[in-house]
């Protein structure tokens, strides 16, 4: 058996489980399991029909993508594939792409690699909007972040520490642009590759329609996570706390599987810069962590389930 393989799925694991009991202990599961039972479902379904509608949304966009490769699969098996990619994102890290694209392979013979590039080229764009939100956030709370630094560290050390910043950065670039192997070509092919998958978005027959699911899907990210805070009686969060919330939320995502154990962290800490108190901003935490998972869950078992019979004659 391969360690290396063992250790990717593993590690993540443990490493979830040690955040688990690291977050459980700034509160209690009494306390916790009493803030599940007070909760408004109400909008905690609502803030999971924005979820399904990002997730279908997701699946049409593929299309897109597709298409000009000459493809042009079951609406269905796109949802059905969408929804096993990120049930097996909860298990193992990333495998969820690979997934996906072999859904599409065995049941709409889609050539593999063609299938997991047109999902490299999604991915890249769903970077962009990240990246996109958090340039929209450090603009909205730019007030709010420069006080906070301010209070906590010098004013000239942060100048410095930034003009510092912007040097590093200037060198690093001059020495990618001249790399020839090595890391830094890693890095200067990955940037390349970034920016040719950029372009080709503009490139694309539908493109505004492209354009346009990927704004949507976002926006039904961000409105998830602003539906579920009312879930929480006496919960209140300004516009920019919920956007730093869900940043902090969607990195932990990226960071372990499915968020487990960091989500909860990520998000609290994140509401605690806005003197909401440790005990409601962890427990919105795994509310929110919860019900994502869940969805995920339960909708992946039954696309897992729903393939073989929705294409018994393939």
Known sequence: MDIKKVLKIVLPLALGSFLVWYSLSDISLEILGNYFKEANYSFIFLGLFFGILSHLSRAYRWKFMLEPLGFKPKFINSI????VGYLVNL????????SRATVMTNYEKIPFEKAFGTIVAERIADLIMMLSIVAIT??????????????????LKISIGFALLIVGFYIFTSFVKKATSGFLLKIKTFISGLI?????????????AFIFHTLFIWAMYVAMFWATIPAIEGLNVPFGGILIGFIA??????????????????VASALALFDIPAETATAFGWIMWTAQTAMIVIFGGLAFLLLPIYNKNT
């Open 196 to 208: 040719e998958g950029v372009t080709s978005i503009f490139k694309m027959k539908n493109k505004w």
């Open 80 to 83: 059905l594939a969408v929804l």
């Open 249 to 266: 939320g969607g990195f932990s995502i990226a960071a372990t599987n499915g968020g487990i154990g960091l989500y909860p962290i990520a």
């Open 91 to 98: 298990a193992i890290p990333r495998a969820g792409e690979i």
């Open 138 to 155: 450090l603009f909205v709370q730019f007030d709010f972040i420069y006080d906070l630094l301010t209070k906590n560290f010098n004013p």
